[in-house]
């Protein structure tokens, strides 16, 4: 499976920012899709995931629970996060990853897209 983020950028404290993730390849084997984060300086950080058949099992790190909404798009293979009310602690370069049953871990991983939250 190959991933591609987009949607990233710079925006103020309080604003809102929806990244995506295309899913191509063999995405019929695609089990869970995750969001996960690294900041300059900080080891790389989940941030939500979902299991690509349940979306309703859905989960949130503390830190962006009630403030960010995953969803996912199964026709267009795309999954999107959705970032409410931004902080200046959210900067950070963001990866979108999946993962098969199999698998024990995430198994393909995108090339992240830089959200910088900066007034």
């Known amino acids: 499976v190959q991933l591609q983020a987009s949607g990233g950028g710079l925006v103020k404290p309080g604003e809102s920012l929806t990244l995506s993730c295309l899913m191509s390849?063999?995405?019929?084997?695609?089990?869970?899709m995750g969001w996960f984060r690294q900041a300059p300086g900080k080891v790389r950080e989940f941030v939500a995931s979902?299991?690509?058949?349940?979306?309703?099992?859905?989960r949130y790190s503390e830190s962006v629970k009630g403030r960010f909404t995953m969803t996912r798009d199964t026709r267009r293979n795309t999954v999107h996060l959705q970032m409410n009310s931004l902080q200046t602690e959210d900067t950070a370069v963001y990866y979108c990853?999946?993962?098969?049953?199999?698998?024990?871990?995430?198994?393909?991983w995108g090339q992240g897209t830089q959200v910088t939250v900066s007034s």
């Open positions: 990853a999946s993962r098969t049953e199999e698998a024990s871990e995430y198994n393909s």
């Open positions: 390849g063999r995405t019929d084997k695609t089990w869970q």
């Open positions: 979902m299991y690509w058949r349940a979306a309703a099992l859905t």
